[in-house]
Structure formats: structure tokens, C-alpha cells
């Protein structure tokens, strides 16, 4: 652990730690819940919770891109590689596991599956061998979502289609807290995310729920501070929206990127691995451009997914309900070499985090 706790600038870690073991209550348990991939894994590389009182727990949501799409749109994905559709998507994508298969195993029994970097590099493709049908696998939250757009807006070439699986983050947080036996007491919202979307989308968490919000970075002093910033809050017995992380993010987010989302996409609901169909979670291309829904256009459709395979309790995991060692196949019959659950095929999935740093 001391290893792990050699991160810039320790002297002023411990010094918030300190204040943060001031504010701690002292009776009773204080849950926050972060909603993102990097932020479990700085927590997780730099033992942070090693440095929080015991009775100040911090959770992770479902903030792994990757963790939360259904099995149903995986095997989409392998559909359409099945009829002799080039597929791209990003590395992370290959392993995710569908309900028969993974795209990397339909691309072991002969389709055309791409790692490309980015759209633009999948659009390139198919611009150069226009005798072949080119889908990219559209993943990810608010963050990726107008690099997506941006290339649905930009005349694709003909042979080209978006299987778009794009979510959004805050109508899974307002989620979290249906479910009863969390108890959450404050968000860490994710910085990514919240550098696209701004802060104003995080408004009803204070407002409505009584739920202190803090937008951090990625740093460790970053998500400290986030405890600390909450944990005052919570101490003085307000519920305010905060943004630790104002180097980068603004209150209206980035206005450009939200426009050429707004012209491409429409807001949906969507399925997430594990959790169920939420309302106005889900992006869809708008009807001016069904012409490059891949659904629409190579008749792909899948009716129900199977999202957890027997033994995996990967559902669990993606709302903080358990921690990715009391599932009874981490590191055993899961590991990410040979992954069961989804929370344990992504750099960002909180299996992965977990099994990664107890090997270092």
C-alpha cells in the first residue's frame, strides 16, 4: 500500500485526508458513489481508501462505458459481422461478452472485425473499399458521443452505418438512488463526462434529493477533495452542486459539442447491462440520418439479450451493491485474461480495476 500512495504532492493528501477524518460523522456510515472508470481506477492504483475513516465508503457505479451495454446490442454487433458487415468499434469493445458470443470470437470464426482508434478511422476505411458495408459500433456516454455525431453529420459515405449504443450518465445516478439499501449520501460526478455536459444536468441531485453533487478530476487530490468538499456539505447539513474540477469543466459544458449532438441525436430509452431499461438514458440517431442506422439499414434486430451468465454477479458490481471480490468468480473462473462478466473486460470496468492493481 505505501507503494501505491507515492502519488505528487503527498504532504498535501495527508493534509486533506486530516480534514476529511475531522468531518467524518461519528456514529453511523457516510456512502458516496462515483459514476466512472477513471475514477475507480485512481482510487483503487493510489490506495485513497486506505486514507478515508472507516466509516466513510466510497462506491462505483455504473461509470464503465463498456460494463453497461446489454448483451442484446453485443449480439447486434455479431449479427451483423455474421451477414458480412465490416465491424469497427474500439478495443474494448472485442471482449465484451454477448449472449452466444464476443465480436473477438465471431472475428475467430472468419467475420470482419476492426479495431479502429476512433469513427473517423472507420469512415476512412470505408470510404477506400467501397465494395464492402462498414458498421461502427458506436459505444460509450456523453464523452464519445459528439465525435459520433460529428461524422453522422459529415455525409458518410453510402456503404457506411452507426450501430449507435451511446448512454447517458445522470438518469443512471438518479437510478442509484431507487435503490433502497445503498444509502448514498453525496455523487462524485464524473469529469469526463461533465466536461461535455456541463454542470446544470447534475442540478436535480441537490435540489430534489437533497443529494451534495461534486464534479472531480482525475487526480488524486481531485477525488480527495471530492470527499472532503462533500463530507463539509453533509456536515453542515446542506445539499449544494460543486465543481472541484473548474480547470476543465464549465457550468455550460461545451457548448459546441452539445449543439452537434443535439443535431444528430435523439434522446431515448435505453437498456443497460444488468439494470434494466431507464427513460432518457439512450441516444438514437435523429430521422433525418435512419438512412445510417445500421438497425434500420441491414435489418439487425435482437429482441432480449442474456446479460449475466449463472455464477456472474456483474449486476451487482455496476451499482456498487458488492465489491468485485465478493462476486465468487473473481479471480477464479473471471479473470482478465479470461473474462466472464463485462466489469472485468474493460480498462475502466471496476473487476478489471480491482484484479489489474492487486497484481501490481
Avoid at 504532492?9 to 468531518?23: G, H, M, N, V, W
Avoid at 443497460?272 to 435523429?286: C, M, N, T, V
Wanted: charge should be neutral; aromatic fraction near 6%.
Amino acid at each position: 500500500m505505501a507503494e501505491k500512495l507515492r502519488f505528487r504532492d503527498p504532504e498535501l493528501a495527508k493534509s486533506i485526508a486530516q480534514q476529511i477524518q475531522k468531518l467524518a460523522p461519528k456514529d453511523g456510515t457516510v456512502k458516496l458513489c462515483h459514476v466512472c472508470g477513471t475514477h475507480e481506477w485512481t482510487i483503487t492504483h493510489y490506495g485513497l481508501r486506505s486514507l478515508l475513516p472507516k466509516n466513510v465508503e466510497v462506491i462505483a457505479g455504473p461509470g464503465c462505458p463498456v460494463c453497461i451495454v446489454p448483451a442484446a446490442e453485443i449480439d447486434e454487433a455479431v449479427q451483423l459481422a455474421q451477414k458480412g458487415a465490416v465491424v469497427t468499434c474500439f478495443g474494448d469493445a472485442l471482449r465484451v461478452p454477448g449472449s452466444e458470443m464476443s465480436l473477438l470470437e465471431a472475428k475467430a470464426a472468419g467475420a470482419d472485425v476492426r479495431v479502429v482508434y476512433g469513427v473517423s478511422d472507420a469512415v476512412g476505411m470505408a470510404r477506400r473499399e467501397q465494395d464492402k458495408e462498414f458498421v461502427f459500433f458506436a459505444m460509450g456516454f456523453e464523452t464519445t458521443a459528439p465525435s459520433t455525431a460529428v461524422e453522422a453529420l459529415g455525409n458518410p459515405p453510402e456503404n457506411f452505418g452507426f450501430l449507435v449504443s451511446h448512454r447517458l450518465i445522470p438518469p443512471a445516478m438518479e437510478l442509484l438512488l431507487g435503490v433502497g439499501d445503498l444509502n448514498i449520501s453525496g455523487f462524485i460526478a464524473p469529469g469526463h463526462v461533465s466536461a461535455i455536459i456541463g454542470m446544470k444536468p447534475y442540478e436535480l441531485f441537490p435540489r430534489v434529493y437533497r443529494m451534495p453533487t461534486v464534479v472531480a478530476g482525475f487526480e488524486p487530490i481531485d477525488v480527495l477533495m471530492a470527499v472532503y468538499m462533500i463530507l463539509k456539505q453533509l456536515s453542515e447539513g446542506a445539499a449544494r452542486l460543486e465543481n472541484e474540477y473548474s480547470r476543465v469543466v464549465k457550468w455550460e459544458g461545451n457548448t459546441r459539442a452539445l449543439e452537434v449532438m443535439n443535431k444528430a441525436f435523439a434522446v431515448t430509452g435505453g437498456n443497460w447491462r444488468g439494470i434494466g431499461r431507464l427513460p432518457g438514458s439512450a441516444l438514437k440517431l435523429r430521422e433525418e440520418l435512419a438512412a445510417f442506422d445500421a438497425r434500420e439499414k441491414y435489418d439487425v434486430h435482437v429482441a432480449q439479450g442474456k446479460d449475466i451468465l449463472l455464477g456472474c454477479e456483474c449486476h451487482l458490481v455496476i451499482i456498487g451493491k458488492i465489491k468485485p471480490n465478493e462476486c465468487p468468480m473473481f479471480m477464479k473462473a473471471c479473470t482478465p485474461t479470461k473474462p466472464v462478466g463485462a466489469c472485468m473486460v474493460s480498462s475502466e470496468g471496476t473487476c478489471s480495476v480491482w484484479a489489474r492493481s492487486a497484481a501490481t
